[in-house]
């Protein structure tokens, strides 16, 4: 059993696009994903962070082998699956599973619960102990919702309940790696922690490594054990959560942090909000240098024309900045 049950290095994700629009001939490709470094150990809740644009879902898609590499390597339990073809992928698929952002997309809305839930079954040839329809009550069970309800269609249920349908079916296989794609983000806030605190209780009893896609940095702090920081397809920060929240040495992730909301008015008037000039650069175009030069306070001639290298700034936090921020 490898370290790590997830290392990604030097992952891109690129995307051909026409830059004039459908009519036009002119090809442009979209760096969606720009040479991403992480890992996830066993057991571990990782959290990938940024503004909307940024790469995340894409990297959680390409994980998933939705979406095919453009480069770099993808190794799942010291296992390379980088470029391996759908039949190959298929063992692998058991093991990894995906929880979706809309629960109202991400369920078909002709099949029953029983339906979907079993589907992956069928599709694997998996007959648990028992029979399916016992194991489908089972999770059903499991996730909070009756098991009753095996015969009910998606629409007959609530969002948040919707969301745990699609936990179950991610569970069905008993997979060591989950891929959260912002799972609580069209949730009401207060069914948001019934679900973090329902994905947090799965991790403990069934030894799950989560990788939680997420633009909620109060949801990242609950559930993560660390938290990587992107912006405009790379890498900008990777550390504990602890470190992360306490101490952010990048200037991006120190502008993030500043626009958590924080429930004390006294302290909510008194700190410092930093708000970035400028819109996200086009992925088709990033900038040269530091992808972050066009909005950073701190940029200097240097960040215009050389790529900032990762480094180890303090025991188990990386950044990638010329003129990082102070220690805390």
């Not at 090809?27 to 995340?56: F, M, N, P, R």
């Not at 990297?59 to 979406?67: N, S």
């Not at 550390?239 to 909510?268: C, G």
């Amino acid at each position: 059993m490898s370290e790590n049950i997830l290392e990604l290095k030097g992952l891109k994700k690129h995307f051909k696009t026409t830059a004039g629009g459908f009519f036009s001939r002119e090809k442009a490709v979209v760096k969606a994903v720009d040479g991403v470094d992480l890992t996830i150990g066993h057991g571990e809740t990782v959290g990938l962070v940024g503004e909307s644009g940024c790469g995340k879902t894409t990297v959680g898609r390409t994980v998933m082998k939705i979406y095919e590499p453009t480069e770099g390597a993808m190794l799942f339990d010291g296992e390379d699956i980088t470029h391996l073809s759908r039949k190959d992928m298929k063992p692998f698929r058991s093991q990894m599973q995906m929880i979706f952002q809309d629960p109202f997309a991400s369920l078909n809305p002709r099949h029953t619960v029983g339906t979907i839930i079993e589907s992956s079954f069928i599709i694997h040839g998996v007959e648990p102990e028992g029979g399916r329809k016992k194991a489908i009550q089972d999770l059903l069970d499991r996730v909070g919702l009756n098991p009753e309800h095996i015969n009910r269609f998606p629409h007959e249920f609530s969002g948040g309940q919707r969301q745990r349908i699609g936990i179950a079916r991610a569970l069905a296989l008993r997979p060591k790696l989950i891929v959260a794609d912002e799972p609580v983000s069209a949730l009401d806030v207060s069914i948001q922690a019934q679900v973090v605190n329902l994905l947090d209780d799965l991790q403990k009893e069934l030894g799950l490594s989560y990788l939680f896609v997420a633009h909620d940095l109060s949801v990242v702090q609950h559930i993560s054990d660390r938290v990587v920081v992107m912006y405009l397809g790379k890498v900008m920060e990777t550390a504990t959560t602890e470190s992360l929240f306490n101490s952010p040495r990048h200037p991006y992730t120190k502008a993030l942090l500043s626009a958590v909301p924080i429930p004390d008015p006294k302290i909510e008037r008194m700190r410092e909000r930093i708000i970035l000039q400028g819109d996200l650069p086009s992925p088709m175009n990033p900038p040269a240098g530091c992808v972050f030069n066009t909005r950073c306070w701190k940029t200097q001639a240097k960040c215009f024309t050389d790529v900032p290298q990762t480094v180890e700034i303090a025991p188990g936090q990386t950044i990638a900045c010329h003129f990082p921020e102070p220690a805390n």
